[in-house]
């Protein structure tokens, strides 16, 4: 399908800081990542002609600029051009990093964003190049620029094209009987896998869906409960003889390692998690658990029991067609670290902990 190679292209510009184009129903945007440019970039681009700034709805509501008017279908705010919007304003207002520190120039003034489909694609395509969500933007295309339609991007990362790839024996600590699946999609760079533990014997497989964590899962971080989880979730699966651990490129709830190094600047800045996300611009959760489900169908489980403290994680297996028979809670003991961090997850996202 080239219309996503066209939007694997534009990922690719957008990381590397070259304009992309997005093709919406009525009109395209031209468009230029904050993030990546610089200030070569930004002259190049703006020789096309003068450029706006494209924000996303909750980096535009931190900033108050624009409102839920603006924000509505694209969620994006375009914040037009003025002379003191130079790239080091622009960056100010997409890394909340300076926040604090720095006031804001301006005045700033939001405006529509004009192809509402093609502005809240490209927030995506931020989101899935693991840059922050702005860019300069103009109307119309840009020659030479990958211009993937906005139709396009939102499908990208749709869990329909993924197919095992290959599986082979895997003793691990937990569990000598085990094997590891690995699962690849035309579409998407990233690798899924799934670790089946023993054999299927009739029950419902007891079932983990575990977000990467690199921090977590690798380094033994105690800012979150990562870690713990995964190591309990290998031993009670082990304990039952039979299930499925689902290891899901989601790193940071979907927004990316660096983005996520970024919410934990902000956290040590004061603000919880919740808030660190919203702040960036991104969703509080930007996770698709439609991915999940596929993998457990793929490996021929419809029916299951799922360790999950996170009601949407049982609300997204469920709505993919996933029939989760019980919910097996898996907290964990809270450290000094994370124990805010629990307290926002139980308070603010409806964690059943
Ligand atoms: N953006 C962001 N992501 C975080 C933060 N702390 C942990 N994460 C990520 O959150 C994800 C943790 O997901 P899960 O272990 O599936 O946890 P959960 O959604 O809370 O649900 P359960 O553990 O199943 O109850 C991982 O991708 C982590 O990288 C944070 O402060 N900000
Ligand atoms: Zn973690």
Redesign the pocket.
Known sequence: MSGLRDVARAIDAARRGWPLVIQGAARALSLLPVESADSGRLAEFLAGGAADLLLSAERAATLKLGNQREAAGGGAVRIAHAPWLDLDAAVALADPARDLATPLKGPYRAIAPGAEDAAGAAIKLARLAGLLPAFFVRDGTTPDAPAPGAAAVAAYDSPGRLVIASRARLPVAQAEQAEIVAFRSADEAVEHVALVIGAPNGAPPLV?????????DVFGSL????GP?LDAALARIAAQGWGVLLY?R??????GLV??LR??AL?DQGFD?VD??VRLG?AI?A?DFGVAARMLELLGQRRIRL????P??VAGLSAAGITVEERVA??MAPNPHNHG?LAT?RDR?G???
């Open positions: 983990r869906l575990h977000s990467e964590c690199l921090t977590g800012k979150c409960d990562c989880q899901l989601q790193e940071g709830r979907g927004i983005n996520k919410a934990y956290q998690t660190a996300n991104f959760d996770r360790l999950t403290n996170n949407a994680k898996h907290a961090y997850k996202t964690h059943m902990l």
